[in-house]
């Protein structure tokens, strides 16, 4: 993304260059018949994968429908729902190690510009939403335009934007989004369109383009911003991406989807066996139909003689007595066995620890057993982490971009940083760090051995502030005492 910025800013490929005068044409009020089949391919990618971005959706939420296989299930009971959260404790297992922390020059450069639209995008909140969309739907979508605050110095707006509603033209030897188009409502956006009417947003490299429904059917600009950027400002954060498949894949896999299938059918027919076995039945052998009667001789319901708890019977002619006995109630463990099986099932798919999922065990894990159960886990956030600070930086820069009107200097690099992944104790983090800095590895008073002590960005800066404050207070004492003006206890 680095290098697209460069191009740009030298005229080479994606558009002319930002120092370049734009040329204002006359506006426009239709398409083009190239932005109509740009708009017609993305429509078509949408509504093509809208299904299974919509069916993980639902897993995630605890709303799929469980398909019936029709053998066990009555038709009276078609209506009952199970549900089991494990493709949402999976997503959200991994999202909770994705804590992004601050932005930083990598040059140890004043970074109050990268704060400040961090901050007025509220960026370390949202960026959290987008790791779970990236994480749920494979992917999710990063546009950067100018602020709505009316004024010359409002700080770009950074959004993030679902693939149910956005959808890009990439190209894959670049790694470069071609084109870029966005369907949503237009009162949510500030149009005064119907009710049902949706606004469609083509971004290209040069301009930016709000269309809506027309009388006659197509489609009528209502806004064309000509930035002249010479790059359409999106970014695409995607996830489990593969040299084939650079769209991205969802972490709620085709083999997570089937065991929790399996799973909740699995619970749905101990529901069934509850409804039905959950009482003993009884058998009562050689009694006669008088003991199923009334005093008026009327049949008794067959509730009425299951829950008799005094059974009168009389002897037949012959002066034999009824035999009274009952089945063995219903034992749920067997099915509660195969429950745990699919947990245990599922705990590989999802690279976290069994007893996140409900497993547990006679014998409890230790401590070394838990840590080493959550490796996996580990070593997957860092994976997401390389992955998706590379969006988040090239976020940054095309926001400097669009806040100072040129590219930044590619020289100048942007880094991102999170917290560690594998949220060791305090204790452990300060302990390596003293280890650092004994050894002579970094000095004591550098903001890398707080970073490793496990200090956030606000707490660094505090701790910055405080050694400032507290070498001013010993400057001035020793000036005092070369003065002669006592020893400045008193300060």
């Not at 949408?46 to 019936?68: I, K, M, P, W």
């Not at 089991?84 to 930083?104: K, S, T, Y």
Request: proline share 5%; aromatic share 6%.
């Amino acid at each position: 993304m680095v290098e697209a910025f460069d191009r740009a800013r030298q005229g080479k490929g994606g558009g002319a260059a930002v120092t370049t005068p734009y040329a204002p044409a006359l506006p426009s009020t239709f398409l083009s018949d190239d932005e109509l089949a740009m708009i017609g391919e993305m429509r078509a990618d949408l509504l093509t994968s809208r299904y299974q971005l919509e069916l993980r959706d639902a897993y995630f939420n605890g709303e799929q429908l469980v398909r019936d296989l029709g053998i066990s299930i009555p038709p009276q009971l078609k209506g009952l729902h199970t549900v089991i959260g494990w493709p949402r404790i999976g997503v959200e297992a991994l999202e909770h190690r994705l804590d992004l922390e601050a932005f930083r020059w990598a040059d140890g450069g004043d970074a109050s510009d990268l704060r400040e639209i961090a901050d007025a995008n509220d960026l370390f909140d949202e960026c959290s939403l987008a790791h779970t969309d990236a994480l749920v739907y494979g992917r999710e979508y990063v546009t950067v335009g100018s602020g709505d605050c009316g004024s010359s110095d409002c700080p770009p707006l950074i959004t993030y934007e679902s693939p149910l509603d956005m959808t890009v033209l990439w190209d894959a030897r670049t790694r470069t989004v071609l084109a870029a188009l966005r369907e949503s409502q237009g009162s949510r956006l500030g149009y005064d369109l119907g009710p049902s009417d949706r606004l469609v947003t083509l971004m290209l490299p040069d301009s930016t383009i709000h269309a809506a429904p027309s009388s006659s059917g197509g489609l009528e600009i209502v806004e064309r911003d000509d930035h002249g950027m010479g790059m359409v400002p999106v970014l695409r954060m995607a996830n489990r991406q593969r040299t084939a498949d650079r769209v991205g894949r969802s972490e709620i896999t085709p083999e997570v989807m089937s065991v929790t299938d399996a799973a909740c059918r699995r619970l749905m027919g101990i529901e069934v066996a509850a409804e039905f076995f959950g009482a003993p039945q009884r058998y009562i052998l050689g009694a006669s139909e008088s003991a199923f009667q009334d005093a008026e001789g009327n049949a008794k319901s067959a509730w009425e003689t299951y829950i008799g708890r005094v059974l009168a019977l009389e002897r037949d002619e012959d002066g034999n007595t009824p035999e009274v006995g009952q089945f063995a109630a219903h034992d749920p463990s067997n099915q509660t066995k195969i429950v745990d099986l699919y947990a245990r099932i599922m705990s590989s798919q999802l690279s976290v620890p069994p007893h996140m999922l409900g497993y547990t065990s006679d014998n409890p894990a230790s401590a070394d057993a838990i840590r080493s159960a959550q490796d996996s886990l580990v070593k997957k956030a860092e994976r997401r982490i390389r992955r998706f600070s590379a969006t988040h930086r090239d976020t940054m820069r095309l926001a400097l971009w669009v806040r100072d009107g040129q590219p930044p200097d590619k020289a100048r690099r942007i880094e991102c940083v999170w917290r560690n992944p594998a949220t060791p104790t305090l204790a452990s983090q300060t302990d390596a760090a003293v280890k650092m800095v004994t050894a002579g590895l970094i000095p004591a008073e550098s903001d890398v051995a707080l970073e490793m002590a496990g200090l956030t960005e606000d707490q660094r800066r505090r701790v910055e502030a405080d050694r400032k404050r507290a070498a001013g207070y010993q400057d001035m004492a020793s000036i005092l005492q070369r003065a002669g003006g006592g020893s400045g206890d008193g300060l």
